[in-house]
């Protein structure tokens, strides 16, 4: 058994997108380095792409054919969009509220004073392509871009309401939790990522990158 079950705790033993990823251990973590703060999702990773753009400046003189350059900085950026799938009410309130606690982890986390006292960096890991020269498929980063959109075509889940037989009459019993009756969740939900890779220091002065950096399969 997965060990996300019980940490999620939302899986019912019925089919859904969610508890097959869960069970194949298909998931995709999100933590917050400053608090420890994380939350996980199924990796229902529809498109991934992951950018290493060297910059560069040229100086050109009178005497030499070719330009003279000098290396400023070498980034990664990596781009990913994942789908949340529902399948229940339950499954539906578990994702947003794990969505919202993402969008609060893209802040800093601030001292008693109100300054900054740890940056937002964030951690994703789960799957291998989220990996630099760690061993444990994870990549910190700084996200810089987060969009979630509603499938509108996929539907709605809405709180079902329990009709009283014909001769009866309807009491507030005859609902199922009323304080919520109105609530409707989208059964899938895609969200994209933009961010900056931390590339990670190497101990090794003579050498910049780790001796496994970058690491392709």
Request: glycine share 4%.
């Amino acid at each position: 058994m997965s060990k996300y079950i019980e940490s999620r705790g939302v899986y019912s033993d019925t089919y859904s997108m969610g508890d097959m990823a869960n069970k194949r251990d298909y998931i995709l973590t999100f933590t917050h380095t400053a608090t420890g703060h994380n939350v996980s999702f199924p990796a229902t990773i529809q498109n991934f792409s992951d950018t290493h753009a060297t910059q560069i400046s040229e100086q050109i003189f009178a005497d030499r054919m070719d330009p003279l350059i000098q290396q400023a900085s070498t980034t990664r950026d990596i781009s990913f969009s994942f789908e949340v799938v529902n399948s229940s009410i339950d499954e539906a309130r578990y994702n947003e509220r794990s969505i919202n606690m993402l969008l609060q982890m893209m802040y800093p986390k601030l001292a008693p004073d109100g300054t900054v006292e740890a940056g937002s960096f964030i951690q994703i890991s789960g799957l291998n392509i989220f990996q630099d020269s760690s061993a444990d498929n994870s990549i910190t980063c700084i996200i810089q871009n987060l969009n979630y959109s509603l499938n509108v075509d996929e539907g709605f889940i809405n709180v079902p309401i329990q009709i009283a037989p014909v001769e009866g009459v309807l009491t507030a019993d005859d609902f199922v939790e009323p304080d919520i009756l109105g609530d409707i969740h989208p059964i899938s939900i895609t969200i994209n990522i933009t961010g900056i890779a931390i590339i990670p220091k190497s101990a090794n002065e003579n050498n910049p990158y780790p001796e496994t950096y970058p690491r392709y399969r």
